[in-house]
């Protein structure tokens, strides 16, 4: 088997023993997922390697702690989005009054007026 260099450093990629498909290289410990590719116009193996992040040992930082979200019960994240629905809801539900409302009040609309005798 022929040695494979690191693409990074040019170092020389140990295989993993557990892993034939893992390297990792001897001089910058990077690890890289490691493939043949066959390829039937040339009849040769062709290497295919593929630098892996480490996300399998890494831990991202996402510590749920008690901190307040202010989605408690009575969070004002919560309240604000309650008053929020509840003028949600007006607007739906009285919308097209105040609209109207709106028109006549400025003259939009004159066919009130032109009902009239
Ligand atoms: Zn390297």
Same mark, same amino acid.
């Given at each position: 088997?022929?040695?494979?260099?690191?693409?990074?450093?040019?170092?020389?990629?140990?295989?993993?023993?557990? +892993?034939? +498909?893992? %390297?990792?290289? %001897?001089?910058?410990?990077?690890? #890289? /997922? $490691?493939?043949?590719?066959?390829?039937?116009?040339?009849?040769?193996?062709?290497?295919?390697?593929?630098?892996?992040?480490?996300?399998?040992? #890494?831990?991202?930082?996402?510590?749920?702690?008690?901190?307040?979200?202010?989605?408690?019960?009575?969070?004002?994240?919560?309240? $604000? /989005?309650?008053?929020?629905?509840?003028?949600?809801?007006?607007?739906?539900? #009285?919308?097209?009054?105040?609209?109207?409302? #709106?028109?006549?009040?400025?003259?939009?609309? /004159?066919?009130?007026?032109?009902?009239?005798?």
């Amino acid at each position: 088997m022929t040695d494979i260099k690191c693409p990074s450093c040019g170092g020389k990629l140990e295989i993993d023993p557990n +892993n034939s +498909n893992m %390297g990792i290289c %001897g001089q910058c410990n990077k690890p #890289y /997922a $490691v493939q043949w590719i066959h390829s039937r116009s040339t009849g040769k193996d062709k290497l295919d390697l593929r630098f892996v992040p480490e996300k399998m040992d #890494y831990q991202p930082v996402k510590k749920k702690g008690p901190k307040k979200s202010g989605w408690e019960p009575y969070g004002w994240k919560r309240g $604000v /989005a309650l008053v929020i629905l509840f003028f949600v809801l007006m607007g739906i539900m #009285y919308g097209p009054k105040v609209y109207r409302r #709106y028109q006549m009040d400025h003259g939009g609309i /004159a066919i009130e007026s032109q009902e009239q005798p």
